[in-house]
């Protein structure tokens, strides 16, 4: 099974990536553009595998580069809130 699945499961991996991104001194500049790159390489490489991500295909697709950089932000901001 694909993290990619499951939307939480997907939300758990982020958030793992995330801590482990923090923890070897990444930046958040650079975790939010990382952010942003994966973003774009999903919507345009990796079929949706659920109805969450099917929409956030369809945002991201619908939205000008700065919204995309809103999107990731917002993912980011997702997972770094995960049981909080």
């Known amino acids: 099974m694909s993290v990619l699945d499951n939307f939480e499961s997907w939300k758990g991996f982020l958030a793992n990536k995330l801590d482990?991104?923090?923890?070897?001194?990444m930046s958040e500049d650079t975790i939010q553009n990382v952010a942003h790159e994966v973003g774009d390489y999903l919507a345009q490489s990796v079929d949706a595998k659920n109805n969450e991500e099917a929409v956030l295909r369809e945002l991201w697709n619908a939205a000008s580069e700065q919204e995309q950089q809103a999107i990731a932000n917002t993912m980011v901001?997702?997972?770094?809130?995960?049981?909080?």
Do not use: H, I, Y
């Open 20 to 25: 482990q991104a923090k923890q070897q001194g």
């Open 77 to 84: 901001k997702l997972v770094q809130n995960k049981g909080k």
